[in-house]
Each structure stands twice: as C-alpha cells, then as structure tokens.
C-alpha cells in the first residue's frame, strides 16, 4: 500500500533499510524491558501473597498467648480476615472488590481491639510478640495492595504502541509486493499484538489470564480447617 508512494532508487532503499532496522530494534527493546517489569511485578505479587499467608498463620499461632477468651475470638476473627483475602485475589467486580476492602478494614480494627486490652494490661515480651506479629498482618495486606497498584505506566503503553505503528508503517513502506504477500506480512502486526496482550495479561493481577492466586492462603484455610475439624471432637468428649 505505502510503497507506492517511495521512491525505487538504491540510495533511498539503503536509506529506508537503515530506519527500519533502527525502528524495529528500538521497538523490540521496549518490549523487552516492558516485559520485564510485568514479570518483575508479577514475582513480586506471588512473594507478596505467600508472605501475608506465613504473617497470618504466624499469628494464628501467637494468638495463643492471649487469654483464652481473647485468643478464641482472634482466632476466629483471622479465619474471617483469611476468607476475606482470598476473595481479594479471585476475580470480582469492582463493587465487590470495593466491598472486600471495607470488609477488610473492619477485620482489622476488630483484630487491633481485640488484642489491645491485653497487649495493654500485661506488657511483656511475649505480648509484644501478639502485638509485632498483627502488624505484620497488616503491613503484608498494604505491601499486596501496593503491588496490586503498581501498574505499567500508561504513558510507556502509548511509547510503545507509537513505535509500534511506526514500526508498521515502515515495513508497509518498504515492502515490494505487498499486495502479493498480504498474508505474510500481517505476520508482523500479529506478533506485536500478541506480545502486547501477554504483556497486559501478566500486568493484570485480577481479570487477565494469568492472575495470581491466593495458594497460600488457600493452603493456610485448608490447614485451620483440618485442625478445628480434628478439634472439635476431643472437646466434645470433655
């Protein structure tokens, strides 16, 4: 289509051969690091879930250090804040995601008032131990939802898919037989689409087709229900 319009003399061919061969290298590099940080990021969201599963099993586990009233209801309300995080990282609408995190909110302001009073009443190590291993409950939630944030800019998305149509255009321009191998040289627009979808996909933490999954905290659900099933019956006896 566009090579109509070029002139067929040797120097602007060698000319138009050097642009394109810069264009498309400047193109592939900008993919390359743009994917480089969607797997970056996607790493960093993985490590980031299993850190939160090992903060709330660790505190499942020091909440034995309350009394037993207080420890009772920590435990039950850390299995309510488990089921909440594992709605988080399903796929959900944006109403519902938003209904998630005031859920959220409110499980940890009751977690924080429920370890307080004796936090405050009896203040030894062991106690500041309950109180550092909430915290890092609830700096594991902010750290994921941090990186949930952490996006690719959407000023590198218009760099990269104005290379992108320079690109395009360019070997438009420089094609011979365009009309003739129409077919082949879609090729090319294919595979620049393509590897921008799987860019986007893994950027997506929530609606893409590769998504994180809460394994952990899944695992960690799995394991609390084990042990409250194997529980409840020797307290049944008693």
């Known amino acids: 289509m566009l ?3 070029r002139t067929k003399d040797t120097e602007t061919s060698a000319d138009l051969g050097i642009i394109q061969t810069a264009t498309l290298t ?4 900008i993919i390359g690091f743009t994917f480089s940080m969607a797997i970056d990021r996607h790493d960093q969201r993985e490590v980031l879930e299993e850190g939160e599963a090992n903060a709330i099993g660790t505190e499942l586990l020091r909440a034995d250090i309350l009394p037993q009233k207080a420890s009772e209801a920590t435990k039950d309300l850390l299995m309510q804040y488990v089921d909440q995080r594992i709605l988080f990282y399903s796929r959900q609408t944006p109403e519902k995601t938003q209904d998630i ?3 959220t909110d409110q499980l940890q302001t ?3 008032n429920e370890i307080l009073p004796s936090v405050k009443t009896q203040t030894t190590p062991t106690m500041a131990i309950v109180a550092s291993g909430m915290n890092d409950v609830f700096n594991s939630q902010g750290y994921v939802q941090a990186a949930w944030w952490n996006r690719i800019p959407l000023t590198a998305w218009a760099l990269m898919a104005a290379i992108a149509i320079c690109a395009n255009l360019l070997v438009g321009f420089g094609a011979r037989n365009f009309e ?3 077919g082949l040289f879609m090729i090319f627009p294919f595979v ?3 590897s921008f979808f799987l860019i986007a996909d893994i950027d997506s933490p929530r609606g893409g087709v590769i998504r994180i999954e809460a394994r952990n905290l899944r695992a960690l659900k799995m394991n609390l229900t084990q042990q409250m099933d194997a529980i409840r019956p020797s307290i049944s006896n008693k």
């Open 101 to 103: 995190r005031s859920k």
């Open 180 to 182: 003739k191998n129409i």
């Open 3 to 5: 090579s109509r319009y």
């Open 192 to 194: 620049i689409s393509v």
């Open 110 to 112: 009751a977690l924080w």
């Open 26 to 29: 400047l193109l592939a590099l």
